[in-house]
């Protein structure tokens, strides 16, 4: 029998699977990539991400409230091979492009809650759940920008690496 039945149930497990991400965003990741990367510019960013982190966890689990629905987290497969991908990427990269490597990460897992939250809002609306659109948009603003910063930070890190290599 299958759990997943209706569009609500769809739309709960994906919300679900996206609180699991913000989760471990908060609690794990992003305080590893703040230990792992070098570029100070790049660590002041990834702390400000992680307060509002803290913020979108708290929004989501409003976002249950508001339904009427217990918090129950998802485990989220597409997020653990992005993980898993970027463990696996620092293992076989050399030492002085990690900053590359976690600025690509951080991208990818932009994109990820971005299309999340994009989805979540279209499904709100069909369903309609307007009241907890504006708590979803709030986050997806935050995304949004979090992938500005971070692709223009990925710009600045190759031309710097770039140049330092025909230096060399
Ligand atoms: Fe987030
Ligand atoms: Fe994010």
Request: proline share 1%; aromatic share 4%; charged share 40%.
């Amino acid at each position: 029998m299958s759990e997943i039945t209706t569009p609500r149930d769809l739309f709960l497990h994906e919300l679900g699977d996206i609180l699991y991400v913000e989760e471990k965003l908060e609690q794990e990741v992003l305080p590893k990539l703040m230990d792992e990367v070098k570029s100070t510019e790049f660590r002041k960013g990834l702390e400000k991400h992680l307060r509002e982190t803290r913020t979108h966890v708290e929004n989501l689990e409003q976002v249950f409230e508001l339904l009427g629905e217990e918090i129950q987290k998802e485990e989220c497969v597409g997020f653990e091979g992005l993980k898993k991908e970027h463990d696996q990427l620092v293992e076989e990269s050399s030492e002085d492009l990690i900053d590359l490597v976690d600025a690509g990460a951080v991208a990818r897992t932009e994109h990820y809650e971005i299309a999340a939250y994009e989805g979540l809002i279209t499904m709100a609306r069909a369903l309609g759940e307007r009241d907890v659109i504006e708590l979803f948009e709030k986050n997806l603003k935050d995304e949004k920008e979090t992938l500005r910063e971070v692709e223009s930070l990925a710009k600045e890190l190759t031309k710097a690496s770039a140049k330092e290599m025909s230096e060399a």
